[in-house]
């Protein structure tokens, strides 16, 4: 019984300390130093800095940013795929309007669709917002986002591969 109690602080200390290590890394701070959530990750389009969730699996591409009324200041979500192909997005489920971009290979926008608009509450019918070719990468930021940052298709995006750690199947 002692050896079995010992054996679960040990671990539990293990994972305390692992945690500690993962929270003080420089691969866990953006924005200035700040610390910033594990699942958050820094881009840039020109000089606008901002921060995004990774969804690279399709677990998480598949929720999004369904079922939350807003986005914070310069937050977004960056949706990573296995390969590029042609990409369509509608608005199941959601409930604030979105701004929508698509990301080539190369980090460059290749068009948006501004802003895609929340479904009525009921409405069974959900408008595609399609990319007009092939892409592996997009970001969608609170609507208006784009406009206001003077965001255009063509403008070349930073960090849009995102981190290092994600594994996308």
């Not at 921060?51 to 310069?74: F, Q, T, W």
Request: proline share 7%; net charge positive.
């Amino acid at each position: 019984m002692i050896r079995v109690e010992r054996r679960k602080l040990f671990l539990i200390a293990v994972a305390v300390g692992l945690c500690a290590f993962a929270v003080g890394s420089p691969g866990c701070t953006a924005n200035k130093g700040r610390p910033i959530p594990l699942n958050v990750h820094s881009m840039k389009i020109g000089t606008h800095e901002f921060a995004v969730e990774i969804a690279a699996d399709p677990d998480r591409r598949e929720v999004g940013l369904m079922y939350r009324p807003s986005l914070e200041k310069d937050r977004g979500m960056l949706f990573i795929f296995p390969e590029p192909k042609m990409q369509s997005f509608w608005m199941k489920n959601c409930e604030m309007d979105i701004d929508i971009a698509y990301i080539d290979d190369e980090g460059k926008i290749v068009n948006m669709h501004q802003p895609m608009k929340a479904p009525a509450k009921g409405s069974t019918t959900l408008t595609h917002y399609p990319s007009t070719k092939e892409v592996r990468y997009v970001l969608e930021m609170a609507a208006g986002w784009f406009k206001d940052h003077g965001v255009n298709a063509g403008d070349s995006v930073e960090g849009f591969k995102g981190p290092l750690n994600v594994r996308v199947r």
